[in-house]
């Protein structure tokens, strides 16, 4: 496969103002809405004759569709390739006969946000950088202090001063420097932001960098291919910024793009109720039933987060608009549930598949059943959903659901009562 870029440029999700591949920038300079990168598809069609390249390593089999080389000698971790299991014992929980859990907590930060870093740092290895800033709830904070470290590029990483602890720990042990802010995520976002501009810092924050959409859509690649390059009926996905669920889209927008598939899946919007930004948005949209001209008027919903589901916690979705889009456009559901369905959700998936996922991650799962048990799916459907992060990434909430272990004495009588079910 020649190793050819076939991005072209850029186009805004909100003005649809189109910019050249070499525009510098990060944002829309017409309007200031987000940009999405995009390729020359008769070009990657012609390169994917063979298929994907499966002698690269990770998501960078799927180069003919990023906007970045892999690095020489090659990226120094494994990211993607993270399997996709079909859970048969969770989904009769539900009436599900096809269920599957994509599972990124095995990438090497034990998230799905080392997609999204590979390839950003990809771009910011191509501009010369050598800091690398983010603002991040957690996940993608410790993905950028892993991949970082593997590279050599310093991390600076703004988060909430309530931060898990966890994810704290992981991003101070890659060595980057961590900035906790007095106040929301919103507020880390805003200062990571500035300081970009003030420093010259290469910033990889959510939604404001076009690029970390790029190296998220990876999942859909590879889902397709799990599937032996079938499409699934619908991809369910925890939502808090909005740039995975726009990847996940694009995912599978790209694969129609480039002629390998004739059909697309829906895309569901899973969310808690303590930040259901998206969702709120989606369904004022859906209730007003217009048929929607110029996204650049669309306004986006504002909440106060308070959700115990960190990773998806967050007032204003900075990735909002595309969020909205991916829903509306594939056909799929805005769903929210209870932090205690998600936290119940943690525990079902833990016991009945053997994955761990932290509270976020469980939010498809707690999801899909409330759509189960409304009469909104169909249990003939192939349904897929997102795990994307660790639990050990939370052990604090996820404990408040597993509970404490017994306290026995050192005797085989102490063991047989707590097995008979006795104090």
Same mark, same amino acid.
């Given at each position: 496969?020649?190793?050819?870029?076939?991005?072209?440029?850029?186009?805004?999700?909100?003005?649809?103002?189109?910019?050249?591949?070499?525009?510098?920038?990060?944002?829309?300079?017409?309007?200031?809405?987000?940009?999405?990168?995009?390729?020359?598809?008769?070009?990657?069609?012609?390169?994917?004759?063979?298929?994907?390249?499966?002698?690269?390593?990770?998501?960078?089999?799927?180069?003919?569709?990023?906007?970045?080389?892999?690095?020489?000698?090659?990226?120094?971790?494994?990211?993607? $390739?993270?399997?996709?299991?079909?859970? +048969?014992? =969770? &989904?009769? *929980?539900? /009436? !599900? %006969?096809?269920?599957?859990?994509?599972?990124?907590?095995?990438?090497?930060?034990?998230?799905?946000?080392?997609?999204?870093?590979?390839?950003?740092?990809?771009?910011?290895?191509?501009?010369?950088?050598?800091?690398?800033?983010?603002?991040?709830? $957690?996940?993608?904070?410790?993905?950028? +202090?892993? =991949? &970082?470290? *593997?590279? /050599? !590029? %310093?991390?600076?990483?703004?988060?909430?001063?309530?931060?898990?602890?966890?994810?704290?720990?992981?991003?101070?042990?890659?060595?980057?420097?961590?900035?906790?802010?007095?106040?929301?995520?919103?507020?880390?976002?805003?200062?990571?932001?500035?300081?970009?501009?003030?420093?010259?810092?290469?910033?990889?924050?959510?939604?404001?960098?076009?690029?970390?959409?790029?190296?998220?859509?990876?999942?859909?690649?590879?889902?397709?291919?799990?599937?032996?390059?079938?499409?699934?009926?619908?991809?369910?996905?925890?939502?808090?910024?909005?740039?995975?669920?726009?990847?996940?889209?694009?995912?599978?927008?790209?694969?129609?793009?480039?002629?390998?598939?004739?059909?697309?899946?829906?895309?569901?919007?899973?969310?808690?109720?303590?930040?259901?930004?998206?969702?709120?948005?989606?369904?004022?949209?859906?209730?007003?039933?217009?048929?929607?001209?110029?996204?650049?008027?669309?306004?986006?919903?504002?909440?106060?987060?308070?959700?115990?589901?960190?990773?998806?916690?967050?007032?204003?979705?900075?990735?909002?608009?595309?969020?909205?889009?991916?829903?509306?456009?594939?056909?799929?559901?805005?769903?929210?549930?209870?932090?205690?369905?998600?936290?119940?959700?943690?525990?079902?998936?833990?016991?009945?598949?053997?994955?761990?996922?932290?509270?976020?991650?469980?939010?498809?799962?707690?999801?899909?059943?409330?759509?189960?048990?409304?009469?909104?799916?169909?249990?003939?459907?192939?349904?897929?959903?997102?795990?994307?992060?660790?639990?050990?990434?939370?052990?604090?909430?996820?404990?408040?659901?597993?509970?404490?272990?017994?306290?026995?004495?050192?005797?085989?009588?102490?063991?047989?009562?707590?097995?008979?079910?006795?104090?």
């Amino acid at each position: 496969m020649p190793d050819t870029v076939h991005m072209k440029g850029y186009r805004c999700f909100a003005c649809a103002a189109v910019l050249p591949a070499d525009f510098g920038g990060f944002l829309c300079p017409e309007c200031g809405g987000n940009l999405d990168i995009r390729y020359d598809y008769s070009a990657v069609t012609r390169d994917l004759e063979d298929g994907f390249d499966p002698s690269a390593n990770g998501i960078f089999r799927y180069r003919a569709l990023l906007p970045v080389r892999e690095p020489e000698p090659g990226f120094p971790l494994r990211v993607g $390739g993270t399997p996709l299991y079909k859970v +048969a014992r =969770l &989904g009769q *929980a539900a /009436g !599900l %006969r096809h269920l599957y859990i994509k599972d990124d907590s095995a990438n090497p930060s034990a998230s799905f946000k080392d997609r999204a870093g590979a390839v950003a740092l990809c771009r910011a290895i191509d501009t010369g950088a050598s800091v690398v800033a983010t603002a991040s709830t $957690g996940n993608a904070g410790s993905s950028l +202090a892993c =991949l &970082g470290a *593997a590279l /050599g !590029l %310093r991390a600076v990483v703004f988060v909430p001063e309530r931060a898990p602890a966890a994810k704290l720990t992981q991003m101070l042990s890659y060595g980057a420097q961590v900035l906790a802010v007095r106040g929301s995520y919103d507020d880390a976002y805003d200062l990571c932001l500035a300081a970009c501009q003030e420093f010259g810092w290469f910033n990889r924050s959510t939604g404001h960098n076009a690029f970390t959409r790029e190296g998220k859509k990876t999942c859909s690649f590879e889902t397709w291919e799990n599937l032996g390059c079938e499409v699934p009926d619908r991809m369910v996905v925890p939502t808090g910024d909005g740039n995975i669920i726009s990847a996940v889209w694009k995912g599978w927008k790209d694969l129609k793009a480039a002629g390998l598939t004739d059909r697309l899946p829906k895309i569901d919007c899973a969310q808690s109720t303590e930040s259901a930004a998206v969702c709120e948005t989606v369904r004022r949209l859906r209730a007003g039933k217009e048929n929607i001209e110029d996204w650049s008027q669309v306004e986006i919903e504002a909440v106060n987060a308070s959700t115990l589901a960190d990773s998806i916690s967050v007032d204003r979705p900075r990735d909002g608009l595309a969020a909205v889009r991916a829903v509306l456009e594939s056909g799929g559901e805005a769903i929210t549930v209870s932090d205690r369905q998600i936290l119940d959700a943690v525990m079902e998936m833990a016991r009945r598949t053997g994955v761990f996922p932290e509270p976020a991650a469980a939010a498809p799962w707690a999801a899909l059943k409330q759509m189960a048990a409304d009469g909104r799916v169909d249990g003939e459907e192939r349904i897929v959903c997102l795990v994307t992060g660790s639990g050990l990434k939370d052990a604090v909430n996820t404990a408040r659901a597993a509970g404490a272990p017994k306290v026995i004495e050192p005797t085989l009588e102490g063991v047989r009562q707590v097995m008979q079910g006795r104090e």
